[in-house]
RNA sequence: GUCCCUAUCGUCUAGAGGCCUAGGACACAUCCCUUUCACGGAUGAGACACGGGUUCGACUCCCGUUGGGGACGCCA
């Protein structure tokens, strides 16, 4: 039997979860899961410039939010790392990183380069085709080097890359990817600070981690290659890989910050459903064969085998992505949903009943048009009476000439029914007798109705709108309409 | 520039040699439902980049051209 599988997340701490990072982190996950595996989040903080711990928070509740929970790495309260193959932080691990350099330094893999920053900028700007950093023509020997380093002479560390043989990469989503070993130059694999850097840690994390199973991005294909000569360096077995497509903005470039809301927090933020960006990046990029395109993280886990994994890039369809936001939305509960939109109500000071019969009647009413929770804000404003204005084109209708005699004639009947709240029925009742007493009919009748209830002309069917407003404030509001208010 | 990856409607994709007159979804158009707005329903328009092979037969396999993308950091 092979071994069980164990995947991970490996995100660096700079910034929110993208939504490129995400889907990675999705795949590896229902990945572990459709194979019963491990699924484990590991922190690649070895740039102390730019990794924070307020950004590792920031990622740590994207993921939550999202529900992609894991099963081993940093514990989402305390930052403490949990599982057996600990710590899950790289910069906890630098002792490990030493032990593995100084074993390649020995060997005579690695050496240390004494060049400056300046020096390797000229090589760089000498040759105008540059291609890869020249390998130093004089390199020390270990004791030598190490002579020099302690006597306070910075240097980083560089694998030595021999050149020659091709690497042979069996791609879980490509096949067999061809690499010559001479694409890359000499890279360093510990700063002149101390500090190790991405593509050792990560081969020595995913080794001693016992990971069995990498999709990553695309963009990561020569990284794969340095990757690999480090673990046959050490020894070490490699993990299969699987090299994803990238995520495109519309123009087809990567996905980047120019091309609007590119991380997790931004569509949180502007009321998208995690099951809905995680249903739409999972089909981004993969498919599960069927014509079947609304799925829930269960049905991804069932179906995402590691297989139908797209080869080409994918551009990020905002539009699709709106739709398929919406139909998550409509498809859930009631009550559920208007647990999510409570704060938004809050929070620009809408205040509604809050009665079960009001909550179904009128999510009934407005979950059909809406497509992202901050939608139901200017929905729901209308019922408000403290909010009620007239739009514009509400303006408009309330200038038509037969419009007084309907706002009389509805005035009228609204003073006459003693209820709190009209039934639909008698709604239509009212609505008959205004239109025999204004002598007015079709969009003159109902579109002047339609502004003294929520201000505009368009919107929502009156019979099941109007039962949700006070009479009270129904008068309030043609009083307004009148100029009376 | 060098190397790597890649190519089906505008976009996401189905298609693993005959099932393809190339299927679905978003967006778009028209119609129906509706006294408005949505939702829903129906219909329509819309693609195998090109050129060579292989084969009785290529969207599917191979080669090339062209296009697109990525990498070439003491970032990850």
């Not at 990072?21 to 730019?50: C, S, V």
Request: glycine share 8%.
């Amino acid at each position: 039997m092979s071994d069980p599988v164990r995947v991970r997340f490996a995100p660096s701490p700079t910034g929110y979860l993208h939504v490129g990072g995400a889907r990675t982190a999705l795949y590896n996950y229902l990945y572990a899961k459709n194979h019963g595996g491990q699924f484990i989040l590991r922190i690649e903080d070895t740039d102390l410039e730019r990794s924070t711990d307020e950004s590792l928070r920031m990622q740590i509740s994207d993921l939550q939010w999202l529900g992609l929970n894991w099963d081993e790495g940093v514990d989402p309260e305390t930052l403490e790392s949990k599982g057996g193959y600990g710590p899950y932080r790289q910069s906890q691990r630098l002792e490990i990183y030493q032990k593995y350099c100084v074993e390649l330094l020995k060997s005579g893999k690695a050496y240390y380069d004494f060049r400056s920053d300046e020096e390797l900028e000229k090589i760089k700007n000498e040759s105008e085709k540059f291609t890869r950093i020249p390998r130093p023509d004089n390199i020390l020997d270990y004791e030598e080097a190490l002579k020099k380093v302690n006597s306070g002479v910075p240097a980083a560390i560089r694998f030595k890359v021999e050149g020659g043989e091709d690497h042979v990469i069996e791609d879980l989503v490509r096949g067999e990817v061809r690499l010559p070993e001479d694409m890359v130059g000499d890279f360093i694999i510990m700063r002149s600070n101390g500090m190790p850097v991405y593509n050792f840690c990560c081969a020595v994390d995913d080794a001693l981690m016992k990971i069995t199973h990498v999709f990553r991005a695309e963009e990561h294909l020569s990284n794969t290659l340095r990757q690999k000569m480090i673990y046959e360096a050490l020894g070490f077995q490699l993990p299969q890989f699987g090299h994803l497509s990238l995520i495109l903005g519309a123009d087809k470039q990567k996905l980047s910050k120019r091309h609007g809301a590119t991380s997790c927090n931004q569509y949180r933020e502007t009321g998208y459903l995690p099951k809905a960006l995680l249903n739409f990046i999972a089909l981004l990029g993969w498919s599960p064969g069927q014509d079947q395109e609304i799925l829930s993280l269960t049905e991804l886990i069932e179906k995402f085998d590691g297989t139908r994994l797209h080869t080409a890039g994918a551009v990020f369809d905002q539009d699709k992505f709106k739709w398929m936001n919406s139909v998550h939305l409509r498809a859930l509960d009631n009550s559920v949903l208007w647990d999510l939109l409570k704060p938004l109500f809050e929070r620009e000071n809408i205040s509604l009943p809050e009665s079960e019969d009001f909550i179904h009647k009128s999510l009934d009413i407005f979950k059909p048009k809406m497509e992202t929770l901050v939608d139901a804000p200017e929905l729901y404003r209308p019922i408000d009476g403290k909010l009620f204005e007239v739009t514009e084109e509400g303006q408009e209708v309330l200038n038509w000439e037969e419009t007084q005699k309907v706002l009389n004639a509805w005035e009228e009947e609204l003073k006459l029914n003693h209820a709190l709240y009209l039934t639909g029925e008698e709604f239509d009742e009212i609505q008959n007798r205004v239109k025999e007493k204004a002598g007015v009919k079709g969009k003159h009748l109902f579109m002047p109705i339609r502004v003294a209830v929520i201000g505009k002309p368009h919107g929502a069917d009156l019979k099941s709108l109007v039962p949700l407003i006070e009479r009270q404030s129904l008068l309030a509001r043609v009083k307004k309409c009148r100029g009376e208010a």
